[in-house]
């Protein structure tokens, strides 16, 4: 198959609620932010691929249509994808297999969401079936509530090892110039001190709410290696996707992701992730995901996702550090949030993530999170063609 | 650079109605593509990957394919989806087994406008500053630019009454069509006014329906007896947003994708060597509008074209002859059946005609006033 990489990538400022742009502006500032980064115009594009979640955060349906000069889709190929939470790394995979098909040389992949202009939790509460869901819908946290007390009790993980994941997030965002939310004197006992939004996930267990964009520039072997002294090689993707209503199913037990790492370490030849991935971007919307994410991944054994955030081994001078850009913890935009993932694994493997970056990472991985919790999205990156 | 071929194996559709009040949208799946994998002889596990197409404002339900994926047998496999018309996804299923990581895709595209209020989707595609206040959705903004090409090109509100005229009498044979019959060209131009100079029956229904297309490698065709219908060519391209930023008299997007679509076929001369075509025509004008921007007749004349006969059942490049959207029209679906009735048409698999035509383009449209547009052009040799 034909070599793919990432050769630039953009974000935009987050802020929970941007005024000073609409959601056109968003995705125009992330999509130019990631042409200049790759070093590329509009003109080298040859399609763009445009991702954003749900209509009723903005209101406005189809947003490929209302966006498409922003996203610079004008008079060229494009076309939206949407798989709710996954849909920023779902966008990013399209546009590798854009590339990786030999259709087009150059493509640029876009998402963003701006979710100040509605109540998100209404929005994320209609992903609840209307027959069989509407009648106790309840946004995300209650969902991933339920997730997190099956994930206790069955591995006997704490509260307080979730703790440790948001104040290892919440620290690393301080280095990050784009994460939102910054709380420099976070700790455990203010996390776990943090007003209940669904037990037994807490405030500072929980992602932000973001107005923002992000967006990558996808090229095909020969472009990137002109273009791009250093491209992040795109080596294996997943989307694997779950059902929701079948007998047995177990919200601790993440099958969907366990597929997606099966088949990306077998493509990228990965025997040990632990050892051969040297930084990781989880989407971690809430504390305790990351260590049932990072079990699913297999970095650990199952039940040791809490003992592995203890052993220090995530933190930045671990031996697989996780979310160094703070994570989603520290910035949720939904629509570009599993973007941003990606975004920032390339820029670790490119070397390009500033003040966040982890010494001497060549391999990383990004995932993605969603639907109705059982989407899920893997990537790996390497600095090695 | 070489690319992997790759080939329509076979499609379903479900019988459309403009009601199917015992069916949700998974039961409309479920069947559909039950239907496809038995057709192709195969069981679930030999599908790769599914790609949906369908809209959660229709659904009146955010992320919808947390819920129509598994009913389209996606359950633990490599599944996307496409929030537009399912001829789209199926342009992403067909770059997925191209770049050689799949060897077979279901792609499946639904809707039940009968749950919803279409008029009311389509107005929220109305950005909310400039065009949602002045009332402007689907018909209105087609309405608008039926007026700009009428009168730039003199076409008549009577030559756009043939197509409706057309389509719906080729859809008699069509057991899957929702509006058929011998209607005439008077009794469209005596239908109601839904927007000036838009009549009801210029206008395609509002239907409840699914389509389900398999695609596969030049290797996995070899698995099937059925007669493939390979994808020689196929492109994609959207224009400016607002009405007033593009020249409604044409499709430019349109003639953008059908040249670089030829291009990628070999094909040189459109009007002779594309022997039939299915065209996503959610309004009658733009069935012409859509002949001259895919070279099937000089721009501007698309109503000596009707009149022509060309584009009749017996003409030299029937259009249509499943009866096209105007006929039956599960958005979402609605593209997608365009290229499964083509690949139909051109590998003898038709219910409603046998032609001998062995190259035939679908085409699919998306956003106000044809926007966006993909262009296939399919060979069965």
């Known amino acids: ?121 209404l929005g994320l509460s209609t992903v609840y079936d209307p027959i069989l869901g509407r009648q106790f819908a309840c946004g995300a946290p209650s969902a991933v509530a339920l997730q997190a007390r099956q994930y206790m009790d069955e591995f006997g993980v704490t509260e307080e090892q979730a703790a440790l994941v948001a104040v290892k997030n919440r620290r690393n965002a301080l280095l990050n110039p784009y994460a939102q939310l910054r709380i420099p004197d976070i700790t455990v006992e203010m996390v776990l001190s943090s007003p209940v939004l669904s037990s037994p996930i807490k405030l500072l267990d929980s992602c932000p709410a973001s107005d923002g964009a992000c967006a990558i520039v996808i090229a095909g072997q020969e472009r990137a290696a002109r273009l791009c002294p250093r491209p992040a090689w795109i080596k294996a993707v997943a989307t694997y996707n779950e059902g929701v209503y079948y007998p047995g199913r177990d919200f601790a037990t993440p099958l969907a992701l366990m597929e997606a790492a099966k088949k990306v370490y077998k493509t990228a030849g990965i025997t040990d992730p632990r050892r051969e991935i040297d930084v990781a971007e989880l989407y971690e919307a809430f504390s305790f995901q990351e260590m049932l994410w990072s079990e699913a991944l297999f970095f650990c054994e199952r039940g040791e996702g809490g003992a592995l955030v203890e052993s220090g081994a995530t933190q930045m001078t671990g031996d697989l550090p996780i979310n160094p850009s703070g994570g989603v913890l520290s910035t949720n935009t939904i629509g570009a949030t599993a973007m941003m993932r990606q975004a920032e694994a390339a820029m670790q493997v490119m070397g390009r993530a500033g003040e966040h970056q982890i010494e001497g990472a060549r391999t990383a991985l990004a995932h993605g999170w969603g639907g109705g919790i059982q989407f899920h999205t893997v990537m790996i990156v390497s600095a090695d063609k | ?326 006929s039956a029209n599960p958005i979402f679906a609605t593209g997608l059946i365009r290229l499964a009735e083509a690949a139909k048409l051109i590998t003898g698999q038709a219910e409603y005609a046998g032609i001998e035509a062995r190259k035939a383009v679908a085409h699919a449209t998306s956003g106000f006033a044809l926007q966006s547009n993909i262009v296939y052009v399919l060979s069965s040799n």
């Open chain 2, 1 to 326: 650079m070489h690319m992997r071929k790759v080939a329509i194996v076979v499609s379903e559709q479900t019988h459309h109605e403009r009601r199917k009040p015992d069916k949700n949208v998974e039961d409309l799946i479920y069947e559909t593509v039950s239907g496809l994998i038995a057709k192709a002889g195969l069981s679930i596990s030999d599908i790769d990957t599914v790609i949906g197409a369908g809209d959660d404002v229709l659904d009146g339900r955010s992320i919808s394919n947390v819920f129509t994926a598994e009913y389209a047998g996606a359950f633990l496999k490599e599944e996307s989806k496409i929030e537009d018309d399912g001829a789209f996804a199926a342009a992403y299923a067909f770059m997925r087994i191209a770049s050689g990581s799949f060897d077979t895709a279901i792609v499946y595209g639904y809707s039940k406008g009968s749950d919803s209020s279409p008029q009311y989707y389509s107005g929220m595609i109305a950005d909310p500053f400039f065009l949602r206040p002045l009332g402007v959705e689907a018909i209105t903004a087609a309405a608008l630019q039926a007026g700009c090409y009428y009168q730039r090109f003199g076409v008549t509100e009577s030559q756009a009454a043939r197509v409706a005229v057309k389509n719906r009498r080729n859809a008699i044979g069509n057991p899957f069509a929702h509006i058929k019959g011998n209607y005439t060209v008077e009794d469209v131009m005596a239908s109601p006014q839904i927007a000036s100079p838009v009549k009801r029956l210029d206008a395609s229904p509002v239907t409840d329906g699914c389509c389900a297309v398999l695609l596969a490698s030049d290797e996995a065709v070899k698995r099937f007896s059925l007669k493939p219908a390979w994808i020689d060519g196929l492109s994609f391209c959207t224009d400016a947003y607002y009405l007033g930023h593009r020249d409604l008299s044409v499709a430019r997007s349109a003639r953008k994708a059908a040249g670089k679509a030829y291009a990628m076929a070999g094909i040189l001369d459109p009007r002779r060597e594309i022997g039939v075509a299915e065209l996503h025509e959610p309004f009658s004008f733009q069935e012409l509008m859509l002949a001259e921007a895919l070279g099937f007749c000089e721009e501007g004349g698309g109503g000596r074209f009707i009149e022509s006969g060309a584009s009749e059942p017996a003409g030299r490049l029937p259009i249509n002859l499943s009866g096209g959207a105007l």
């Open chain 1, 1 to 121: 198959m034909r070599q793919v990489a990432i050769i630039g990538t953009g974000q935009t400022r987050c802020k929970e609620r941007r005024d000073d742009v609409s959601f056109p502006g968003l995705i125009y500032e992330a999509a130019s932010r990631a042409l200049e980064d790759a070093g590329v115009s509009i003109k080298d594009v040859d399609a763009v691929v445009f991702g954003s979640a749900p209509e009723l955060f903005e209101g406005i349906n189809h947003p490929e249509h209302w966006c498409a000069e922003a996203a610079g889709a004008w008079l060229k190929p494009s076309m939206r994808v949407h798989t709710g939470g996954t849909v920023g790394a779902s966008t990013g995979i399209a546009a590798f297999y854009y590339v990786a098909s030999g259709m087009f040389d150059t493509v640029l992949a876009v998402t963003g969401d701006k979710l100040s202009e509605s109540p998100v939790q």
